[in-house]
């Protein structure tokens, strides 16, 4: 039986390339052990979970990361840091993949499930920077 205990994401790098991966796993996973109102505002935790919280966030950081942040024992407070510190990838991501559904064509893809792939692909990364596409005109544009 595989170990259920086995974390199956990253650690959080300096560069905070994978923060929006990361934040999702460290979410998931805080909400699997009960513990998600460690992270939310103006909700109460016992110092036990709160405690757990941190411990968790805090094993998927790099050193480098667990130095800068040493004195932040509050788990909300130090989502919120990396929050400041990386969310504006959403800003960086978003002309990159405005200008890939922009350009994405049927005759780029090999088949059309590598097409079909990519346009669900782009449409859920552009909606989680914050604009909503609709996959069926894109679908019919590609086929023009």
Not at 63 to 90: A, G, M, P, V, W
Not at 129 to 136: A, M, P, Q, Y
């Amino acid at each position: 039986m595989a170990n259920s205990s086995k974390i199956d994401f990253d650690i959080l790098g300096v560069s905070g390339a994978k923060y929006l991966r990361w934040k999702d796993g460290i979410i998931a996973h805080l909400r699997t052990m009960g513990l998600e109102h460690t992270i939310q505002e103006n909700t109460w935790s016992s110092y036990q979970e709160k405690q757990k919280a941190h411990i968790f966030i805090r094993h998927h950081l790099t050193e480098s990361l667990k130095n800068e942040y040493l004195k932040i024992r509050d788990s909300y407070e130090l989502l919120q840091c990396f929050k400041d510190r990386f969310e504006h990838h959403k800003d960086v991501m978003l002309p990159r993949l405005r200008d890939e559904w922009s350009n994405l064509r049927f005759e780029d893809c090999t088949s059309v499930n590598e097409c079909n792939s990519a346009v669900f692909r782009l449409a859920s990364q552009l909606e989680y920077c914050g604009d909503k596409i609709s996959n069926d005109a894109k679908i019919e544009e590609i086929f023009e």
